[in-house]
């Protein structure tokens, strides 16, 4: 059954699972407006850099493809566990500049996922990506599933950084990789999507080993932290892809 949400939490509407996701990146590569494009649809040209944390939250319905399986299910079972689900993402922002960086550990606490946040037209914010995902390794939990975003590809004519470039860094790396425009909304939905769906194949799959062996282990339950294993997370991680 779907828990209701306590009074403090956004939206007002039942959930099966709660996930915290993280925007990380440096200050200016649109990280605001790809969490408001998200979870208001809108857009602010004016956007000005954020102060210390803020988070909003969206409620989605998770869909897998009936080809996708567990090792361990076969498809049509797969289907029944995963159809029709309910996920609420909480989605943290901050501000990417030094003098906020106190509030790191508090950030990444219970962290399920992670949107690594660069500017296709400044090649800075793409170099400091290798510092970003250090940081993100040093605090959060070593298996949290990670997704390297492009942003501003509707910039074309100021471009700074190569597809090429970017693929080869998120292979490298293990990372899933999409190029996305907050401003026109390409590959917004895709790209908190693919993250939230990955996280719930893998806590799904938890899940229903759990109950295979007896120890009675259903949706996970308020409060409970989510560990991703590194087993579980490689067949995601391993993925380099454009939409």
């Known amino acids: 059954m779907a828990r209701r949400p306590a009074p403090w939490e956004q939206g007002g509407d039942e959930y099966d699972y709660l996930f915290k996701i993280v925007l990380i990146g440096d200050s200016g590569v649109g990280k605001s407006n790809l969490l408001s494009r998200f979870t208001r649809n809108s857009f602010s040209l004016d956007s000005k ?58 950030y990444y606490r219970g962290a399920v996922g992670a949107l690594l946040v660069y500017d296709v037209t400044k090649a800075t914010t793409f170099e400091n990506v290798k510092r970003w995902l250090k940081e993100l390794r040093d605090h959060a939990d070593s298996n949290i599933v990670v997704m390297l975003i492009g942003n501003k590809i509707d910039l074309k004519h100021l471009r700074s950084v190569s597809l ?21 909304a390409t590959n917004v939905d895709k790209a908190f999507q693919t993250v939230l ?47």
């Open 49 to 106: 850099s954020t102060i210390g944390v803020e988070f909003a939250t969206r409620t989605i319905q998770v869909t897998m493809p009936a080809s996708a399986s567990f090792s361990s299910a076969s498809p049509d079972l797969l289907c029944l566990l995963v159809e029709g689900k309910i996920v609420k993402a909480q989605i943290w922002d901050t501000a990417g500049q030094e003098r906020y960086r106190a509030i790191t550990s508090a």
């Open 164 to 184: 090429e470039d970017a693929t080869s860094f998120a292979e490298r790396e293990g990372l899933s990789f999409v190029e996305t425009s907050a401003l026109d």
């Open 197 to 243: 769906t990955e996280i719930y194949r893998i806590i799904s799959k938890k899940a229903l080993a759990a109950d295979e062996a007896g120890a009675g282990a259903g949706a996970v339950r308020e409060g409970q932290s989510i560990q991703v294993s590194a087993t579980d997370s490689s067949s995601f991680t391993s993925r380099c892809c454009s939409f």
